[in-house]
C-alpha cells in the first residue's frame, strides 16, 4: 500500500513537530525584550486627593481623618468614600518601606468592619499612646492594625507595615475640613 505510514513514523513526525514548535518558542522568548520588573506603582494624584477627602468630609457624620506632614516617600494608592449604612472611609499608601498601610474609617458596627480590614487580625489587649489617644493593638497573619473609636466611627490604620509605620501614619491623621484636602 502506498501512502501509508507507519505509527512510528508517526510518532517520529510529530516528536519533530514539536522540537521545531519548541525551539521557535525558545528563540522568541530569548530574542524578542520583556520587562520582569514589578508594574509601576499607580499613585493617586493630589487634585484626586484632594477631591476625595473635600467631598467624603462633606458626606460623612463623623470628622473624616486624612494625614498631614507625611514624607514624600509615601505614595498614596487608592481613596474611596462609600457613603452607605457604614460610611466607609478608606485611603492606601505605599509606605517608604515598600510595604502596604491604610487609613480605614466606618460608622458601621465596630467588631465586623475592623475584621474586614484587618484581615482578622486579633485585639492584643495592649495599646499604643499616639498624640495622646490610646489606639489598640491587633496582630495578625497578614495584616497588624492600630484601632480607635472615637466620634461616632471606627480608625483602624493597617497592612502589612510594621508597628512603626502603623503608628506613623495614626501619628498623622487629622480632622479634614470639608474645604481642604
Known sequence: MAGTKSKAQTVRDMVL?????????????????HDESEAPLK??????????????????????????GLAADWKPTTVRYRGSDDEHWHLGYHGPDGKYVAVEQSSGKAGPFIEQVSQKAEDTGKTERIDGKDWKRYEGDSYDALVLQEGGATTVVTGSGSFARLAEMAGALRPAPADQA
Do not use: C, D, K, Q
Open 43 to 68: 499613585t493617586v494624584n493630589a487634585a484626586e486627593m484632594h477631591a476625595a477627602v473635600s467631598s467624603a468630609s462633606r458626606a460623612a457624620s463623623y470628622p473624616v481623618l486624612a494625614p498631614r
Open 17 to 33: 513537530s514539536m522540537a521545531v514548535i519548541g525551539a521557535v518558542v525558545a528563540v522568541i522568548y530569548v530574542f524578542i525584550p
